[in-house]
């Protein structure tokens, strides 16, 4: 058969089945286009052209009394990159060869790349993934599918041939070369400070491999001692945005001594699909920063910075995060004043309302935009919370003028509770009820904030221990469910740095069953505890957790306090000093907080109701100043942005506005800033919901009002 006969063929099937389908009034698919030749694309990227029908016909137009689609070349093409940017173009033509006087190009996914005005897709060089390219010309549209495959292989410790052919080649498992962080199943968001990787022992030189879809990466490192490894952020980020969400992330470390390779040995990631939204609040009492104690912050991916300095302790944060409060200028007992503040969109805290009773605004329980406050009670034969003394029942307070707000629905049921909080939505308040036992017990009230006084009722007792205390609740956002601080005592040590134990657990409010949380506290699936100093050194030293007020990338993010070992930083032979002591020291009747306590992240599921363990190991809050001493963290909302702000997700507007790209400034650059929702469309993750059919994407979750993916299987 004659190719002329082959293409009168082609041409009269396409014909065929495109008047078919606009009979019917179908949109069509149309297929074409020869497998591309492999041929060298810009920029040091390779493309070569994939089979199948990537084309996506939306359209038709009659020319000379015969149809014609639009068809873009090259179809289905892959691009090769290596660490550095690269470039394939695309082209739109008509089925008759002709080409058309304007297409407009879009690209579905912009982590993978971005396409320009003149069809040409560009990969920062890092990101590994699919994305669909899309030509529109007049009514006619057609699609394809452009692959990025990424294969990076760096030597940074300039390490000679025979060394990598080592490395390259392994050797003999060695039960004392392990890994000491991150821990194996780690559940990791976006947008962090990529973590050091650390090691068992010493290094002359070590190679890591990580390997995720059609990510590859190989990097040869020097010697260190103790062995740690920096991964360049760029690698990181490319790790963590070529992750699907079901994704595993495998990771391998083969190390080098004394000229004999040992390994590799391997560990899995998960990367959920979200960056951290927010900011962290905590407390530091040796901060180099503040030069003593302070309120701290930290953006998740940027480094602690200093909000109150001087003794600012025993501090709370709104979940709107619009207000703080705290106790101002601690001495032996109580702080001597108490203060609120409001806190800024540039990142500063102005006062609000000054009062001289240290007691009144610490750790107490913000209602979600911060206008009231419940005090934290402080029982009449002395306060079981370190640093509060003398009688001070709970009462509702009024954060702007410190006024009693009268309600009698709270204060005729509770007289002393301990460390309240709301719950995102305001509807709950959850305390450890003193009034029933001495902190043993966990409570939960009914709110209704929309009463003039608010409205307190349906008090339930979730949770009662034979012995320690209950304490430091935190909803998840659904309210669903309340972590807290089961231990010894309400404080992470004794006075004198003795020792205080705690791990944080979960009860459903509904059926008030507990999960342990195995895999935050420390244990695998087998019951078996995994973290690598072993129970005698990291067990039970998990304490006052918090929760992200929104859920991101299928996961609630709860943030918490331990004592645990930080890999070969801070912890037995690590290289912060004092870290081994993790009850710190004291010396002369004075103490010195220990730089093992720090602040922790671990994933939750969402779908966490029934299942044996819906916890995910943890890992370090990247940010935090090595040598301080850090507690309670408090992981808020940002303070909202207005119309037009730049923004990183829906959570960051204000009323209900979205998060979405747009021209602010008119000279053809979008960028992320918040914008009113559009009208007649439905709500993308993080944006506001009334049930889950108003989301985009199946299978969508509406939580506390804004749409949730689920948790990935």
């Not at 690209?107 to 699919?130: E, H, N, P, R």
């Not at 671990?602 to 779908?607: E, F, H, Q, R, S």
């Not at 969508?700 to 993916?709: K, P, T, V, W």
Request: charged share 15%; glycine share 14%; net charge negative.
């Amino acid at each position: 058969m004659t190719r002329d006969r082959l293409w009168f063929l082609f041409l009269a099937t396409a014909v065929s089945s495109a008047c078919a389908i606009a009979a019917c009034g179908g949109g069509g698919d149309t297929s074409g286009g020869a497998a591309g030749s492999g041929a060298q694309a810009p920029d040091g990227g390779s493309s070569s052209g994939g089979g199948g029908s990537g084309g996506d016909g939306g359209g038709f137009i009659n020319f000379d009394g015969g149809e014609q689609s639009l068809v873009i070349e090259p179809l289905d093409p892959i691009l090769d990159v290596a660490g550095v940017p690269g470039s394939l173009p695309f082209s739109a033509k008509l089925t008759d060869g002709s080409i058309p006087g304007a297409v407009d190009w879009f690209l579905d996914d912009v982590t993978v790349g971005t396409i320009g005005a003149d069809g040409v897709f560009a990969s920062g060089g890092f990101v590994a993934g699919k994305a669909k390219v899309t030509a529109k010309a007049g009514q006619l549209e057609a699609s394809t599918t452009v692959t990025v495959r990424v294969k990076i292989a760096e030597n940074a410790g300039s390490l000679s041939p025979d060394d990598q052919t080592k490395l390259d080649t392994g050797g003999n498992a060695d039960p004392t070369f392990r890994w000491l962080y991150p821990y194996d199943k780690t559940v990791f968001p976006r947008g962090l400070t990529a973590p050091t990787l650390q090691l068992a022992g010493n290094a002359d030189a070590v190679l890591v491999k990580i390997n995720v879809g059609d990510f590859e990466y190989k990097g040869y490192f020097g010697a260190s001692a103790p062995a740690r490894v920096e991964l360049p952020q760029a690698v990181w980020k490319g790790v963590t945005q070529s992750a699907g969400p079901s994704d595993m992330v495998t990771v391998t470390a083969t190390r080098l001594a004394g000229g004999v390779a040992t390994g590799p040995v391997t560990q899995s990631w998960r990367i959920a699909q979200g960056s951290l939204s927010g900011i962290v609040y905590y407390n530091t009492y040796v901060s180099k920063l503040a030069n003593g104690g302070a309120v701290m912050r930290i953006k998740p991916g940027s480094n602690a910075e200093v909000l109150l300095g001087g003794c600012n302790v025993c501090h709370s944060v709104s979940a709107n995060g619009n207000v703080l409060a705290a106790g101002v200028n601690w001495t032996v007992d109580n702080p001597l004043d108490s203060a609120t503040y409001d806190l800024t969109q540039d990142g500063t805290a102005s006062q609000r309302y000054l009062d001289n009773d240290g007691r009144k605004f610490s750790f107490g329980g913000l209602t979600p935009d911060g206008t009231w406050m419940v005090t934290n009670g402080i029982p009449a034969g002395g306060s079981p919370v370190r640093g509060l003394a003398g009688d001070y029942p709970s009462r509702l307070l009024d954060t702007k003028t410190g006024a009693d707000v009268g309600a009698s629905s709270f204060t005729n049921a509770v007289k002393y509770a301990l460390t309240p909080t709301f719950s995102p939505d305001g509807k709950h308040l959850a305390f450890s009820w003193y009034d029933v036992t001495p902190g043993r017990t966990l409570a939960m009230m009914d709110v209704d904030l929309a009463q003039s006084p608010p409205s307190f009722s349906a008090i339930t007792e979730l949770v009662t221990v034979p012995s320690g205390i209950v304490g430091w609740p935190s909803f998840t956002p659904d309210g669903g469910a309340v972590l807290y601080h089961a231990g010894d005592r309400f404080d992470t040590a004794g006075y004198g740095a003795t020792p205080s134990f705690g791990e944080v657990l979960l009860v459903e409010t509904a059926s008030k069953a507990v999960n342990k949380l195995a895999a935050l506290n420390g244990y695998d699936e087998n019951g078996q505890f995994y973290l690598p100093f072993g129970e005698a050194e990291e067990a039970r030293l998990n304490y006052e957790p918090t929760i992200l007020p929104v859920p991101v990338g299928g996961y609630y993010w709860v943030f918490f306090t331990s004592r645990r070992v930080y890999g070969n930083t801070i912890g037995p032979g690590g290289t912060v000093p004092d870290g081994d002591k993790k009850w710190g020291r004291f010396e002369n009747g004075a103490e010195t907080p220990s730089p093992r306590k720090k602040l922790w992240v671990a994933a939750i599921d969402i779908d966490s109701q029934g299942k044996p363990d819906p916890s995910h190991p943890a890992f370090y809050l990247p940010g935090q100043e090595l040598e301080a001493g850090n507690m309670r963290a408090f992981a808020a909302l940002e303070p909202c942005k207005d119309l037009n702000q730049p923004c990183e997700s829906a959570a960051s507007c204000c009323n209900g506005n979205v998060c979405r790209p747009a021209d602010v400034d008119g000279d053809g650059t979008k960028e992320l800033v918040c914008v009113p929702p559009p009208a007649n469309e439905c709500a993308q993750e993080g944006e506001s919901c009334e049930t889950a059919a108003n989301c985009c994407a199946p299978g969508s979750l509406c939580i506390n009002n804004r749409c949730a993916a689920p948790t990935p299987k």
